[in-house]
């Protein structure tokens, strides 16, 4: 018997991800998610057959669930898709070494730092061995490291890894969007250890290629974030809560619903208040607050600590 390759309905590559970008723009994450479950069940492979179509569906769905702090979700959908090219595609293949990559990431946002450091040195030995050391993925994979080693605490080695991965972006010609990113992250680096002139420096060199490339998404929104935080450290608070107001937008369109949004408007909340604006701060920490118990709990640590700062900006805005 011949065996069948996908079930009967089918769509090119091109249509299903210019109706998901259609979906993002809306930004109504209940169709996004209805949409990205109808195509995976459409596009199901039967007979134990394969297409890159349904193993896009499968990655952009745990995507939407990382980007959503379903955090649980996103690491089961990212482990099917790995075993997907592992079975089919094989292990010595970039696809393999890139869905590691986005495992690792998943893993590192739940705080399962045991099984992102098992994945994201396997996604760089395995990208290493693939595409090598000098190609845009294996710099994508080492900066996401990079800003792994920096959260568990060792920023000189963060630092050194943030600089190869910039290195390996640049000679690979890697998109300016790609070098952009990478060199943002390094500012974050420098403003965490009070080098806040070579930060701002970078941020800006960020931003204007980010800017030339006419790109304004979720990376170019970190950039701006980063920025409003060595400005805020600069007490420049006024222009901070400028750079933090254009990234929340962003934000807010792409990602509401996520952790990331949560920590930003936190950020933007704090700002605020030390710019004397008390009743932006409170609205600002609100959402924060709302989307951490959600993601959390209202027991958590992060949802007490937002809770503490709503509750003294509420105080203070109504004392005025």
Do not use: W
Request: proline fraction near 1%; hydrophobic fraction near 40%; glycine fraction near 6%.
């Amino acid at each position: 018997m011949e065996q069948c390759d996908v079930n009967n309905m089918s769509m090119k590559p091109e249509d299903f991800f210019s109706q998901l970008d259609a979906l993002y723009e809306k930004g109504n994450t209940e169709e996004i998610d209805s949409y990205l479950q109808r195509q995976r069940t459409a596009h199901q492979p039967c007979c134990g057959g394969f297409n890159a179509l349904f193993l896009a569906i499968v990655t952009e769905q745990g995507n939407f669930y990382r980007n959503t702090s379903r955090f649980a979700a996103a690491v089961e959908t990212y482990e099917y898709a790995s075993r997907l090219i592992l079975t089919h595609l094989g292990m010595e293949t970039a696809e393999y070494g890139s869905s590691l990559n986005n495992l690792a990431g998943a893993c590192r946002l739940m705080g399962d730092t045991e099984n992102a450091l098992r994945y994201f040195r396997e996604s760089l030995a395995v990208l290493a061995r693939t595409v090598g050391k000098q190609s845009d993925l294996y710099a994508n994979t080492l900066n996401n490291f990079a800003l792994f080693t920096f959260e568990q605490g060792d920023g000189a080695e963060a630092a050194k890894l943030m600089e190869e991965a910039l290195a390996a972006a640049k000679t690979s010609g890697a998109l300016s969007e790609d070098i952009a990113t990478a060199q943002a992250n390094l500012a974050a680096v420098y403003r965490q250890t009070g080098e806040h002139g070579r930060a701002e420096e970078n941020l800006q060199e960020a931003l204007a290629l980010f800017e030339q490339a006419g790109t304004k998404d979720v990376r170019y929104a970190s950039a701006l974030a980063n920025l409003a935080a060595t400005l805020a450290a600069r007490e420049n608070y006024e222009d901070a809560v400028s750079a933090y107001a254009r990234a929340e937008a962003i934000l807010a369109r792409d990602m509401p619903n996520s952790v990331e949004y949560a920590m930003l408007c936190q950020n933007l909340g704090y700002a605020c208040a030390k710019a004397g604006d008390y009743e932006k701060a409170a609205a600002h920490l609100q959402t924060a607050y709302d989307i951490l118990c959600k993601a959390y709990g209202e027991a958590s640590e992060k949802a007490a600590a937002a809770r503490g700062m709503l509750d003294a900006f509420l105080e203070k805005s109504a004392a005025k």
